[in-house]
């Protein structure tokens, strides 16, 4: 898939959720919030700006959350249960991994 262009006006945003409308760009989105150690709630913000790529009542619904639940685990200071968090990527078509994290 072509690599969506920023427009002129420098609009990152929209740039953003156009590309997040690619599974490997959405997937390296959510891999790259995960390695913010520093940033708890840096996957939270990844996933919400996934979902507000996607359609939100279809991934909802897809996820078996209705919009509201959805919201609130996505919120700031949200705190989803990990079968909620599985469901929403399983929706998006991704799947949790755990790897073993080298010493170093």
Same mark, same amino acid.
């Given at each position: 898939?072509?690599?969506? @262009?920023?427009?002129? &006006? +420098? %609009? ?7 590309? $997040? ?16 150690? %520093?940033?708890?709630?840096? /996957?939270?913000?990844? =996933? @919400? #700006?996934?979902?507000?790529?996607? &359609? ?9 959350? &209705?919009?509201?639940? $959805? ?7 949200? &705190?989803?249960? =990990?079968?909620?968090?599985?469901? =929403? $990527?399983?929706?998006? +078509?991704?799947? =949790?991994?755990?790897? #073993? @994290? /080298?010493?170093?």
């Amino acid at each position: 898939m072509a690599k969506p @262009k920023a427009k002129k &006006n +420098g %609009d990152y945003k929209e740039y953003l959720l156009e590309s $997040l409308q690619d599974p490997e760009e959405m997937a390296a989105y959510i891999n790259a919030s995960i390695e913010e150690e %520093d940033d708890p709630e840096a /996957l939270l913000i990844a =996933l @919400k #700006h996934v979902v507000e790529a996607q &359609n939100v009542s279809r991934l909802a619904e897809k996820a078996g959350l &209705n919009r509201v639940t $959805l919201y609130r685990i996505l919120a700031e200071g949200g &705190n989803p249960r =990990l079968g909620s968090l599985a469901a =929403l $990527l399983s929706a998006m +078509g991704l799947k =949790l991994k755990v790897e #073993h @994290k /080298l010493a170093g």
